[in-house]
């Protein structure tokens, strides 16, 4: 009833602000002698003024204000009726938050509140703990310890959506100036949602800060940040300003002698022991849920000096089906792709490259790689949810928020955490997903057939259990009907609590079985033999089919089906008589397109209503559809060569195939191999075939191995420069968790983030224009030249030339050879750059090149391209992926130093190479068979059996690939122990 008192207000007070004002104005202006006539308007000017002028300005003023809120109640109504967040106009955040009170409370008397389908409210003189709201966000419970009683303790704010460090300090510090101090009061302090404040640009709604107490302290030197690889700095500038002490030749150390062998587990690298925030990942049994939000605002950062606060990044690029209400589809995508790119990795043979898709896809992949840095996480907490959920659960729908709560609606009473709402049962986003219930190891999530259906005004995502609908008929617009069934075909072949699921796919679905063939290439007699199956196993158990699944009832596990069709036809009529008859026993749904009258109707202007729910819908067009598909098929293809980066290498600094000449061949026009023994006696000592020695250390032509080092003069000087402690060039690290060392002025923010624009400058060398800037980063063409000025004051002088390092625009050679304004960066030397010339140059020296390629391992430092910046590196994707290229380069260099270590006898040296292997990419099959062989010759056996097993699968006799067959078939590893 409050609700729609509420409603009723809102609507009075719209109808008086659009109708009764405009109404009175025109009767007051209408009265005799009110307005003057134009005649008489001069003499009234001149006229003293009796009180009637002053009246006509108010008049008018009236009509100015009038016509302005108006505008606003338009905009908010708009985006009300589309399901999109109304833009924020300048100078006007207060009328403009009064316009949208008044829509949204307007809008409730008209809007269904998403009610539990068909189920019945429990009885709420039941519940456990009072009833909350749930799209208010629970008030966050500090976990830090209190104070002793004689000290006070400090007071704290909690953060709201839109806050910044800089806001609250201006706020509650009385000068936005002071926000080091409140950083500096909370870094590392834990926080609700189980994560700690690292970056001062990462704060969540939630969030409890401590205010400072203390004056304002300095800071004194910039944290590192990320940049990419350059073009080559000038070869004259490197070592003209570096001290004596610091030109000698670098000496590779030699490898520390472990005690005992290195673990062979991904876990043990710095890469996944620090995963990248992008990935989703499961919660961590320790830290409650993370609040993530499901659109990129809350992840706004300040870019200018000047601003304190811009709105998030729009991309060009950016795929609608992905974002908004489907996010969940994008993090799905983003974490398959993921998968099958490890298995890319993990498979491929020295020397080539994991195959990537066609570039008119990458938009797919940024968008994706977008939705999991917003939403990742909420999907993983989502998935634990379900997964822990007492079994014996009626569930129909789940709606999921932003701030991580999450209701589900079931007829059922739930126990702690659980709190009784209006809407179903709330789930606080302080609640660790352990308080839910046990985990049960391998056992299927109860409800696999839980799709997302559309979001609410709130930005909360709808999921609807379609087993448990049963029978869902889907009416409207003929084009959002469409898309609306391929989005949920699609999001039910990749949702992780959807594993093992078979889907019948007819009419507009059919367009995305390519995403995942295994399960969405069903037919329908395939599903009415497990909708009959179900059906007679639920009845001599007792049980629905999603509780039979969860406490695996019987002696077979509980497939789970759905048909989803776009016209009714009288081969359905047999399963739709059998979903009827047995609800909510067969674990199966049918979904089908009608004319009208359908349980859901689909509006054109994409909105969807019906089952309690009025949603923004899914949708997922037929080419989002097919860019899909084409991006996961592409990461399941086998591993190609590499794209040349000159004449000579490739893009990994090996030598192109047309300059490899026979090892065999003891041509004297050719320079040896960097392994220059026979074949055999490197076969015979460690994990490596003919064709790896062919392909990672030929003999080289000598006109190639001249030009190799000709062209490289000052390798060594650059080398040098890098690791000295006094380089007076800025640096940037790839080859691990990315960072910029810089000389210029410290920055004080946004540290993140302008790595990533200089990184996305040094990995274009011959220059980039502002637009090109612009639309890489997400920002206009205007803040994209306040990103370049702090670049340049970031980076400082240059001392080899006296000017920036960062030119202007205009002044770089290559902007006066173009004709054009480009940005690039001079003298940067990047980790990357170094390692592949460094590579190159190794193979032009025969054996002696073995000392350049135990340089270029000194480089790396972790997994290539680690610690991104979420929601960033976009742009990354849409290139030439050298992010790909620098791990392939890593783990070919490691394998032939392990082969080469092996056959000289120094197994310290071969492990040092394998374990830097295994730290840039965990995955690799081949380091792992490295490993093995070095705890053969080691005589750990046992060691290397643990090692084979990882590296093959739990089976290695199904999962060998053609090169560990050929290693392992002339070896007694797998004997041994």
Same mark, same amino acid.
């Given at each position: 009833?409050?609700?729609? $008192?509420?409603?009723?207000?809102?609507?009075?007070?719209?109808?008086?602000?659009?109708?009764?004002a405009p109404?009175?104005?025109?009767?007051?202006?209408?009265?005799?002698?009110?307005?003057p006539?134009l005649?008489r308007?001069?003499?009234?000017?001149l006229?003293?003024?009796?009180g009637?002028?002053?009246l006509?300005l108010?008049?008018?003023?009236?009509?100015?204000l009038?016509?302005?809120?108006?505008?606003l109640?338009l905009?908010?109504?708009a985006?009300l009726?589309?399901?999109?967040?109304?833009?924020?106009?300048?100078?006007?955040?207060m009328?403009?938050?009064?316009?949208?009170?008044?829509?949204?409370a307007a809008?409730?008397?008209?809007?269904a *509140?998403?009610?539990?389908?068909?189920?019945a409210?429990?009885?709420t003189?039941?519940?456990? &703990? !009072?009833a909350?709201p749930?799209?208010?966000?629970?008030?966050?419970?500090?976990p830090?310890?209190?104070p002793?009683?004689d000290?006070?303790?400090?007071e704290?704010?909690?953060?709201?959506?839109?806050?910044t460090l800089?806001?609250l300090?201006?706020?509650?510090?009385?000068?936005p100036?002071?926000?080091?101090?409140?950083?500096? !009061?909370n870094k590392g302090?834990?926080?609700?949602?189980?994560?700690?404040?690292?970056?001062?640009?990462?704060?969540?709604v939630g969030? *409890?800060l401590?205010?400072?107490?203390?004056?304002a302290?300095?800071?004194?030197?910039?944290?590192?940040?990320t940049?990419?690889?350059?073009?080559?700095?000038r070869r004259?500038?490197v070592t003209?300003?570096?001290?004596?002490?610091?030109?000698a030749p670098?000496?590779?150390?030699?490898?520390?002698?472990?005690?005992?062998a290195?673990?062979?587990?991904?876990s043990?690298?710095?890469?996944?022991?620090?995963?990248?925030?992008?990935?989703p990942?499961?919660i961590?049994?320790?830290?409650p849920?993370?609040?993530?939000?499901?659109?990129?605002e +809350?992840?706004a950062v300040?870019?200018?000096e000047?601003?304190?606060?811009v709105?998030a990044p729009?991309?060009?690029?950016?795929?609608?089906?992905?974002?908004g209400?489907?996010?969940?589809?994008g993090?799905?995508?983003?974490?398959?792709?993921?998968?099958?790119?490890?298995?890319?990795?993990?498979?491929?043979r020295?020397g080539?490259?994991i195959?990537t898709?066609?570039?008119?896809?990458a938009?797919?992949e940024?968008t994706?790689q $977008?939705?999991?840095? #917003?939403?990742?996480?909420l999907?993983a907490?989502?998935?634990q949810?379900?997964?822990?959920?007492?079994?014996?659960t009626?569930?129909? +729908?789940?709606?999921v928020?932003?701030?991580?709560?999450?209701?589900?609606?079931?007829?059922?009473?739930?126990?702690?955490?659980?709190?009784?709402?209006?809407?179903?049962?709330?789930?606080?986003?302080?609640?660790?997903?352990?308080?839910?219930?046990?985990?049960?190891?391998?056992?299927?999530?109860?409800?696999?057939?839980?799709?997302?259906?559309?979001?609410?005004?709130?930005?909360?995502v709808?999921?609807?259990?379609?087993? %448990?609908?049963?029978?869902?008929?889907?009416?409207?617009?003929?084009?959002?009907?469409?898309?609306?069934?391929?989005?949920?075909?699609a999001?039910? !072949?990749?949702?992780?609590?959807s594993?093992g699921v078979r889907?019948?796919?007819?009419?507009?679905a059919?367009?995305?079985?390519?995403?995942?063939?295994?399960?969405?290439?069903?037919?329908?007699?395939?599903?009415?033999?497990?909708?009959?199956?179900?059906?007679?196993?639920?009845?001599n158990?007792?049980?629905?089919?999603?509780?039979?699944?969860?406490?695996q009832?019987?002696?077979?596990t509980?497939?789970?089906?759905?048909?989803?069709?776009?016209?009714p036809?009288?081969?359905?009529?047999?399963?739709?008589?059998?979903?009827?008859?047995h609800?909510?026993?067969?674990?199966? +749904? $049918?979904?089908t397109?009608?004319?009208?009258?359908?349980?859901?109707?689909?509006?054109?202007?994409?909105?969807?209503?019906?089952?309690?729910?009025?949603l923004?819908?899914?949708?997922?067009?037929?080419?989002?559809?097919?860019g899909?598909?084409?991006l996961?098929?592409?990461?399941?293809?086998?591993?190609?060569?590499p794209?040349?980066a000159?004449?000579l290498?490739?893009?990994?600094g090996?030598?192109?195939?047309e300059h490899?000449?026979?090892?065999?061949?003891?041509?004297?026009?050719t320079?040896?191999?960097?392994?220059?023994?026979?074949?055999?006696?490197?076969?015979?000592?460690?994990?490596?075939t003919?064709?790896?020695l062919?392909t990672?250390?030929?003999?080289?032509?000598?006109? &190639?191995?001249e030009?190799l080092?000709?062209?490289?003069?000052? #390798?060594?000087a650059?080398?040098?420069?890098?690791?000295?402690a006094?380089c007076p060039?800025p640096?940037?690290?790839?080859?691990?968790?990315?960072t910029?060392?810089?000389?210029g002025?410290?920055l004080?923010?946004?540290k993140?983030y302008?790595t990533?624009?200089l990184a996305?400058?040094?990995?274009?060398?011959h220059?980039v224009?502002?637009?090109?800037v612009a639309?890489?980063l997400?920002?206009t063409?205007?803040?994209?030249r306040?990103v370049?000025?702090? #670049?340049?004051l970031?980076?400082?002088?240059?001392?080899?030339?006296?000017?920036?390092?960062l030119?202007?625009?205009?002044s770089?050679?290559?902007?006066?050879?173009r004709g054009?304004g480009?940005y690039l &960066?001079?003298d940067?030397?990047?980790?990357?750059?170094?390692?592949?010339?460094l590579?190159?140059?190794g193979?032009?020296?025969?054996r002696e090149g073995?000392?350049d390629?135990?340089?270029?391992?000194?480089?790396?430092t972790?997994?290539p391209?680690d610690?991104?910046?979420?929601?960033?590196?976009?742009?990354?994707i849409?290139g030439?992926? &050298?992010?790909?290229?620098?791990?392939c380069?890593?783990?070919?260099?490691?394998?032939?130093l392990v082969?080469? %270590?092996?056959?000289?006898?120094?197994?310290d040296a071969?492990k040092?190479?394998?374990?830097?292997a295994?730290?840039?990419?965990?995955?690799?099959e081949?380091?792992?068979?490295?490993?093995?062989g070095?705890m053969v010759h080691?005589g750990?056996?046992?060691?290397?059996?643990?090692?084979?097993?990882d590296?093959?699968?739990?089976?290695?006799?199904?999962?060998?690939t053609?090169?560990?067959?050929d290693?392992l078939?002339?070896?007694n590893?797998?004997?041994?122990?």
């Open positions: 009833m409050t609700r729609l $008192l509420s409603s009723l207000a809102a609507i009075s007070a719209i109808a008086g602000i659009l109708i009764g109404a009175l104005l025109i009767q007051l202006g209408q009265l005799p002698g009110f307005l006539r005649d308007l001069a003499g009234m000017l006229a003293p003024d009796s009637r002028f002053l006509v108010i008049w008018a003023a009236a009509w100015t009038w016509a302005w809120l108006t505008v109640i905009i908010e109504t985006a009726l589309r399901g999109v967040k109304a833009p924020r106009l300048p100078a006007a955040s009328p403009q938050g009064l316009a949208r009170a008044l829509v949204v809008a409730a008397a008209f809007i *509140t998403p009610l539990n389908a068909g189920a409210q429990p009885d003189a039941s519940a456990p &703990v !009072a909350v749930a799209a208010v966000a629970l008030p966050s419970q500090d830090r310890p209190t002793p009683p000290v006070a303790p400090a704290s704010v909690t953060v709201d959506e839109g806050d800089w806001d300090a201006e706020e509650h510090l009385g000068d100036g002071r926000w080091p101090e409140l950083y500096d !009061a302090t834990p926080q609700p949602t189980g994560h700690v404040l690292e970056d001062p640009d990462q704060i969540d969030w *409890t401590t205010l400072p107490g203390q004056p302290r300095a800071t004194t030197e910039p944290a590192p940040q940049q990419t690889q350059p073009e080559t700095p004259e500038a003209s300003l570096l001290p004596a002490e610091d030109t670098v000496e590779t150390p030699a490898a520390a002698t472990p005690s005992t290195p673990s062979v587990t991904p043990a690298t710095p890469s996944a022991a620090a995963p990248s925030a992008a990935a990942t499961a961590s049994s320790a830290a849920a993370t609040l993530t939000p499901l659109r990129a +809350a992840t300040d870019i200018a000047d601003s304190d606060r709105d729009m991309y060009a690029w950016e795929v609608a089906g992905l974002l209400a489907g996010t969940f589809l993090v799905g995508i983003s974490t398959l792709l993921g998968a099958r790119r490890r298995e890319q990795f993990r498979t491929r020295p080539r490259m195959a898709p066609d570039p008119v896809v938009p797919i940024q994706a $977008l939705a999991t840095s #917003l939403s990742g996480l999907v907490r989502l998935d949810v379900l997964r822990r959920l007492d079994p014996h009626t569930l129909t +729908a789940v709606v928020a932003r701030d991580a709560t999450i209701v589900v609606h079931t007829p059922d009473q739930l126990p702690a955490p659980w709190i009784h709402d209006r809407d179903g049962w709330l789930l606080p986003n302080t609640a660790p997903v352990e308080t839910v219930g046990d985990l049960v190891p391998d056992r299927p999530c109860p409800y696999p057939l839980l799709v997302t259906i559309g979001a609410d005004t709130s930005d909360r709808v999921l609807l259990n379609l087993e %448990h609908a049963g029978l869902v008929t889907v009416s409207g617009d003929p084009v959002m009907s469409a898309d609306f069934t391929r989005y949920l075909a999001e039910l !072949a990749i949702n992780p609590w594993d889907i019948a796919c007819e009419g507009p059919t367009q995305v079985i390519g995403m995942f063939p295994e399960r969405l290439d069903a037919h329908l007699d395939e599903i009415l033999t497990i909708a009959t199956t179900n059906a007679a196993r639920a009845a158990n007792a049980v629905q089919a999603s509780e039979g699944r969860a406490v009832a019987g002696d077979e509980w497939a789970a089906a759905a048909v989803i069709t776009g016209k036809s009288e081969d359905l009529e047999e399963l739709a008589a059998l979903i009827a008859n609800p909510h026993q067969t674990g199966t +749904a $049918l979904l397109l009608t004319p009208t009258g359908g349980d859901l109707a689909l509006t054109p202007a994409g909105r969807i209503r019906g089952l309690g729910f009025e923004t819908a899914v949708g997922l067009t037929e080419d989002e559809a097919a899909c598909a084409d996961l098929a592409a990461a399941t293809r086998d591993d190609t060569p794209a040349p000159d004449q290498v490739d893009v990994t090996n030598l192109l195939p490899r000449a026979d090892r065999n061949n003891d041509d004297t026009d320079v040896e191999s960097l392994l220059p023994e026979p074949d055999h006696a490197y076969i015979d000592t460690a994990a490596v003919s064709d790896d062919i990672v250390a030929p003999r080289v032509p000598e006109p &190639v191995a030009a080092q000709e062209r490289d003069p000052d #390798l060594d650059q080398v040098r420069a890098w690791f000295s006094h060039y640096r940037l690290s790839l080859l691990g968790p990315v910029a060392r810089c000389h002025k410290p004080a923010k946004q993140a302008y990533e624009a996305y400058l040094a990995l274009h060398p220059g224009t502002g637009d090109q639309e890489a997400g920002i063409v205007e803040r994209a306040t370049i000025s702090t #670049l340049r970031w980076l400082g002088t240059n001392p080899a030339t006296g000017t920036p390092h030119p202007d625009a205009k770089s050679p290559q902007a006066k050879a054009v480009l &960066v001079e940067l030397l990047v980790d990357a750059d170094l390692f592949r010339r590579r190159a140059r193979l032009a020296r025969g073995i000392e390629l135990e340089t270029a391992l000194q480089l790396v972790g997994r391209f610690q991104l910046r979420p929601a960033g590196w976009a742009w990354l849409d030439d992926r &050298v992010d790909h290229h620098m791990v380069a890593v783990t070919d260099v490691a394998h032939i082969t080469h %270590h092996l056959q000289s006898g120094d197994l071969a040092h190479a394998a374990t830097i295994l730290t840039a990419d965990p995955d690799s081949t380091a792992r068979l490295d490993l093995a070095i080691d750990r056996t046992t060691s290397a059996r643990r090692i084979l097993a590296a093959l699968g739990d089976n290695a006799d199904l999962d060998l053609p090169r560990a067959s290693i078939n002339g070896k590893w797998l004997k041994t122990g």
